[in-house]
């Protein structure tokens, strides 16, 4: 079957023409060779649609974060989960920006005991029994500390609400949960916490591009149709967070859809397949593509991000760290924070 995506070789915005889009943007259902129902792409008339597309690989993180300005800042950071792929990458990237790591880390029950060694330091993980004196206790032996979370979605708001009784100020990279009991949970407590689905700053800034549209033009996509894709490594349990708030935009821009129509793709033979994801990146990708059509089916516009490895959220997370530090350090009025707030700032390496 023909690929959904087609990753540009290098890692800048492009505009371009997908391989499977040289007709008109109709979407029928059709079976694959297994029968499973996937959507497929067919074209009527040979019109060549407009394409957003931007692709990120897993470049070095060292590469991108190792710089005189970010080196030796001696904020301490708390990762979560730090024997999760995430969590091993905020570590490495957080270390080559030469935050102070702290030593200990909540992990499950099954975990709880086990020493990690990441970039060379030891870390103790515990589990969740004696977390709020754990806590506690390492926030009073680091007052200036940072907790990273990138643990599970169920797992969200009872560590928020962990976090906002001991007071200590936190990144959520965790995607799910209840969203607006969390961000109640923070409000109520006065804990600065910087709380994003998507941490990915280049991501960031294009939905950022996007609430501009829909705060600008809305209805301007009425009676278009949209189809979406997404498709991420099999441990991710929910729907993109970022397809989400993608789809909001387009809502506001006029667009009929239903968060339920969102295909997402777990199985790796179809990322192999059907989406194109390389084999080196199945567990660890984002894929996202949106498609409109007018109502005559005339006009087509696709839009996709594709992302490769985790370097590009390990980094954003790590602006989101020093961002917030400064916010704590200054005692900024405002408590709750964005990774927009963060691109505003313009502070990032």
Partial sequence: MASLFKAPTNNTLQLHKLDLFT???????????????????????SLVPPVLSMSATGASTKEHLETPMSKNLHIPIMVNSCTGKMGKAVIKAA???????????????????????????????????DRESV??????????????????????????????????PFVM???GGDRVRL????????VYAVISPQMGKQVVAFLAAMEIMAEQFPGAFSGYSLQVLESHQAGKLDTSGTAKAVISCFQKLGVSFDKDQIQMIRDPKQQLE?????EEHLLGHAFHMYHLTSPDQTVSFEFQHNVC?????????????????????????????????????????
């Fill in 23 to 45: 007709g008109s943007s109709r979407i029928n259902r059709q079976s694959s060779n297994s029968d499973n129902g996937n959507v497929a792409f067919s074209r009527k008339r």
């Fill in 135 to 168: 806590l506690a206790s390492v926030f009073d032996k680091y007052p200036n500390m940072i907790v990273v979370d990138y643990t599970v979605p169920a797992a969200v708001n009872g560590n928020a609400e962990l976090y906002s009784k001991v007071g200590v």
């Fill in 274 to 278: 059907m989406v194109g994801v390389p």
């Fill in 95 to 129: 270390d080559a920006a030469g935050l102070e790591l702290v030593p200990v880390s909540f992990g499950t029950e099954e975990e709880s005991g086990q020493k990690v060694e990441v970039c060379g330091k030891e870390i103790q993980v515990h589990g969740l029994s």
């Fill in 309 to 349: 490895g985790r370097s590009i959220y390990a980094e954003g997370t790590v602006d989101a760290v020093l961002f917030l530090s400064k916010k704590v350090q200054s005692k900024a009025d405002k408590c709750i924070y964005n990774m927009i707030d963060v691109l505003r700032e313009g502070n990032m390496r």
């Fill in 183 to 190: 961000h109640e949970t923070v409000e109520n407590s006065n």
């Fill in 173 to 175: 990279g965790t995607t």
